[in-house]
T-cell receptor
Framework: AQSVTQLDSQVPVFEEAPVELRCNYS??????LFWYVQYPNQGLQLLLK??????LVKGINGFEAEFNKSQTSFHLRKPSVHISDTAEYFC????????????FGRGTSLIVHP | KAGVTQTPRYLIKTRGQQVTLSCSPI?????VSWYQQTPGQGLQFLFE???????NKGNFPGRFSGRQFSNSRSEMNVSTLELGDSALYLC?????????????FGEGSRLTVL
């Protein structure tokens, strides 16, 4: 079975500063990786995904993530955050060739201060 | 294309009652999954339905049940409600072909049990 660890439960940052949200996974087989964002009182929305190919993945709203197989990580980055990026961010992993039921991390609350 | 629709958005019940939540997936999506989200436990997988059959099940008691109709719409039911069932219940749909685990979420049904 796979597992996901989001290393920070909360990340405070000032507007226009860069941010990195960390995600590590464990799996004995190949995986697909996802980042989702959840704004208050809403469901989750896909930010970006890694299925195969280039390890640098670009998503919506200026976010990007890099798949690092040797370190089993999939950290999310944004060079300059906005107040509107304040939300909960979830990393998820599915096992390729498996049941495709994602395992989610506990989430990281990104708080952007003016 | 309409997104995933969940009804009702908010509801309040008392202990011992039962509740039924409804989910209409994106047109053409045949898989519907249900998740429970709480501050303490994060996102927990309840079950997944595909072509009217429960294909995967999480680790929840039998009080939690679901079904899927021929038009892919799904319902979940919780009987004999407990205070701990208070949560945001999220429905997500996905395509069947080339499925990688990417999910499309509804806005959720927030259940409060008094």
């Amino acid at each position: 079975a796979q597992s996901v660890t989001q290393l920070d439960s909360q990340v405070p940052v000032f507007e226009e500063a860069p941010v990195e949200l960390r995600c590590n996974y464990s799996s004995s087989v190949s995986v697909y990786l996802f980042w989702y964002v959840q704004y208050p009182n809403q469901g989750l929305q896909l930010l970006l995904k890694y299925l195969s190919g280039s390890t640098l993945v670009k998503g919506i709203n200026g976010f990007e993530a890099e798949f690092n197989k040797s370190q089993t990580s999939f950290h999310l980055r944004k060079p300059s955050v906005h107040i509107s990026d304040t939300a909960e961010y979830f990393c998820a992993v599915t096992r390729s060739g498996g049941s495709y039921i994602p395992t989610f991390g506990r989430g990281t609350s990104l708080i952007v201060h003016p | 294309k309409a997104g995933v629709t969940q009804t009702p958005r908010y509801l309040i019940k008392t202990r011992g009652q039962q509740v039924t939540l409804s989910c209409s997936p994106i047109s053409g999506h045949r898989s519907v999954s249900w998740y429970q989200q709480t501050p303490g436990q994060g996102l927990q997988f309840l079950f997944e339905y595909f072509s009217e059959t429960q294909r995967n099940k999480g680790n929840f008691p039998g009080r939690f049940s679901g079904r899927q109709f021929s038009n892919s719409r799904s319902e979940m039911n919780v009987s004999t409600l407990e205070l701990g069932d208070s949560a945001l219940y999220l429905c997500a749909s996905s395509r069947a072909e080339g499925y990688t685990g990417e999910l499309f979420f509804g806005e959720g049904s927030r259940l409060t049990v008094l």
